[in-house]
């Protein structure tokens, strides 16, 4: 049985496409005859990726030496290189537009609202490159960013980009540890950051947090920092003023070219089972993949995007990539529903944006409040994109029930691992309720079963990638075996890439994701490790243990957090508030379990491992198929039917 329709482009829409100019191109060019529909592009696209990725660097006008090799083949998936002669600059590409137009709009939840031109912008990072160039800081070199999604954040990365600089940021909500877990293992040189932040009414201090941090990541040699409020100064000890080191600096115009592969930004994984993993991007890497999403998948050029997002989510960056087709992009800081529910419409409203993303999780709450609002008009949003988790079915009718009626709703799956998408939209398919529309373009996406066949139309499997794609990490950082790397990705299927999603391919070439297939928590599809949350609860005297799982509430994922105490203390609601407190400070408010419950044994394997997986499907009332695996298997029934855990 199929899915609803739900809605479909237009003739006009599809003719007056970029997605149908790149066929047009293909045709006039005659590498491909005229059949259009998106599933035999994608199917060329993926048998002829060397062609297809040439063309489309040239069709999309990216600026820089493409070289006379598109792909370097090896027979290791990973080390296939994309474009091993090019040469570019990211920011070159970003900063194109250099008039008085609109480039960034910055709105917090406080009513703080900020704009800078094209013109202002190259400017501003011509000097900041310039300043970091005169600190010493070298092609190569590492700057941390603890700061809140505002426009001197993107000046700063475009600075360093320029450089060659690598980036790499975390949003203030994370604690000092969740912030030294993460730079330290890159040992940043300098450290930039804010005063402060909004969340939900609240003014957030982060200088408090600057000192420790710095006495944990002794590679940290200067901070730079800029204040939240321009008409506020900072009151902090041996700093750099940000505004006063671009005001002082020489406007330096070059854009020095460097390899396509070259790393320009690490990003994290959740730290599932230690550490998080330190994922590293190229600059051409993600310049060509973004270009392609927003261009053919998303129709959008010299256009407005709107984005909420934070600074430690990958669709932080991708929307700042969106700037590579001239578009104007809007940021936001501060919690998506204060001062009240409505306030990201109205901003989508107010500055006719054409692009406009969210989580699922958002849209879920949308729905779950029944709000509606005739007076709120998005005539000019002609696409909604949702990511994070997946979006249900009542949340898809919702959307076009009570949001809008005629809009391309595309939700989206990939991630941090490229940066990008895996399933996205597109204007030559229709959408169908609770299915994402198609396969991204040049990557060799399918679902497979157990046995790593593919799997049948209907059928759930593990999303995977079968050949090499551009936008995969150059490396994890610190790891020069690639040891990590191939278990991140290659430990499942031999040679192809395994993503971790529990997915499956519709009748309509579309696909419906389930959830992750391992034991990384997404409440509100934010990607959060159990292991960073046992740091915490672990250090706490009265606990002696903990195990963390997701639990299936409300169309989306619930924390659940067991803990064993010692001599089996009682644990009160004082003793929960001050494990909530702990996670809250050092880790974020996404982190916060939304239920703690004391249990009399953590079950385990029989090499001593935690056993998350066994639990989180007892809780979701699922059946086990493997008890003997269970070193402790009695301690499995204090799990089953828990009557907290039934509402």
Request: include cysteine; charged fraction near 25%; aromatic fraction near 12%.
């Amino acid at each position: 049985m199929s899915n609803k329709l739900l809605w479909k482009p237009s003739e006009s829409e599809v003719k007056s496409s970029i997605l149908e100019g790149f066929w047009n191109h293909l045709e006039e060019k005659k590498i491909l005859k005229n059949n259009k529909n998106f599933k035999d592009l994608w199917k060329w696209t993926v048998k002829k990726p060397e062609i297809f990725w040439s063309e489309f660097w040239d069709f999309s006008k990216i600026i820089g030496k493409k070289g006379n090799v598109v792909l370097q083949k090896n027979k290791i998936f990973n080390k296939n290189i994309f474009f091993p002669e090019a040469k570019l600059n990211y920011a070159e590409n970003l900063l194109q537009k250099k008039n008085e137009d609109l480039a960034i709009n910055f709105l917090s939840e406080s009513g703080i609202e900020q704009d800078i031109t094209w013109k202002s912008l190259y400017e501003k990072v011509c000097k900041f490159s310039s300043y970091l160039k005169n600190l010493g800081l070298n092609k190569g070199d590492r700057v941390a960013a603890y700061v809140p999604n505002k426009i001197e954040t993107i000046i700063s990365f475009l600075s360093c980009a320029k450089n060659g600089i690598i980036w790499s940021s975390c949003s203030p909500d994370f604690g000092v540890d969740g912030v030294v877990d993460r730079f330290f293992q890159i040992k940043p040189k300098v450290l930039i950051t804010c005063d402060h932040y909004f969340y939900n009414g609240k003014k957030i201090n982060i200088l408090e947090k600057i000192e420790k941090i710095l006495k944990e990541i002794p590679s940290i040699k200067k901070v730079i920092i800029f204040p939240y409020n321009l008409k506020e100064k900072i009151d902090f000890k041996n700093c750099i003023d940000f505004n006063n080191s671009i005001e002082d600096s020489e406007l330096d115009e070059s854009f020095p070219q460097h390899e396509f592969n070259h790393p320009i930004y690490i990003l994290y994984s959740s730290g599932t089972t230690g550490k998080p993993k330190c994922i590293t991007h190229g600059a051409g890497n993600v310049l060509i993949e973004h270009k392609k999403e927003f261009m053919l998948h998303c129709n959008i050029s010299e256009e407005k995007i709107f984005y909420y997002t934070t600074t430690g989510w990958m669709m932080w960056n991708w929307l700042v990539g969106g700037m590579s087709t001239k578009s104007s992009i809007f940021l936001f800081d501060g919690a998506p529903i204060y001062p009240k529910i409505d306030i990201l419409l109205e901003h989508c409203q107010k500055k006719q944006i054409n692009l406009f993303g969210v989580s699922a999780k958002y849209i879920d709450h949308l729905k779950n409040e029944n709000f509606y609002n005739k007076e709120i008009d998005l005539n000019s949003v002609k696409i909604i994109a949702s990511t994070g988790s997946p979006l249900s079915n009542e949340s898809f009718k919702y959307v076009y029930e009570k949001i809008k009626k005629d809009v391309q709703l595309t939700s989206i799956a990939g991630g941090t691992d490229l940066v990008g998408c895996l399933v996205l939209g597109n204007l030559y398919s229709n959408v169908f309720e609770g299915e994402i529309q198609g396969q991204s373009l040049g990557i060799d996406v399918d679902v497979f079963t157990e046995e790593g066949e593919s799997a049948k139309d209907g059928t759930r499997g593990e999303l995977v990638v079968k050949k090499p794609f551009p936008s995969m990490p150059v490396k994890f950082w610190d790891d020069d075996s690639g040891e990590k790397y191939k278990k991140a990705y290659f430990n499942k299927f031999k040679n192809i890439w395994h993503h971790g999603d529990f997915v499956e391919r519709t009748s309509n070439n579309g696909f419906i994701v389930h959830g992750r297939s391992d034991a990384t928590l997404n409440p509100g599809g934010v990607r959060i490790g159990t292991a960073e949350i046992y740091q915490q609860v672990e250090g706490i005297d009265f606990i002696t243990e903990g195990l963390v799982v997701g639990q299936k509430y409300k169309n989306d994922i619930r924390i659940v957090l067991f803990v064993t105490t010692k001599n089996n203390e009682r644990l009160d609601e004082e003793k929960i508030d001050l494990i909530k407190s702990k996670i809250k400070k050092n880790c974020s408010p996404k982190h916060i379990p939304a239920i703690i419950i004391k249990t009399p044994e953590i079950p385990r394997t029989k090499s001593g491992k935690i056993v998350e997986l066994a639990v989180r499907k007892l809780i979701n009332g699922e059946t086990l198929d493997n008890e003997e695996a269970i070193a402790n298997p009695k301690s499995l029934n204090f799990f089953k039917n828990i009557k907290e855990l039934s509402d």
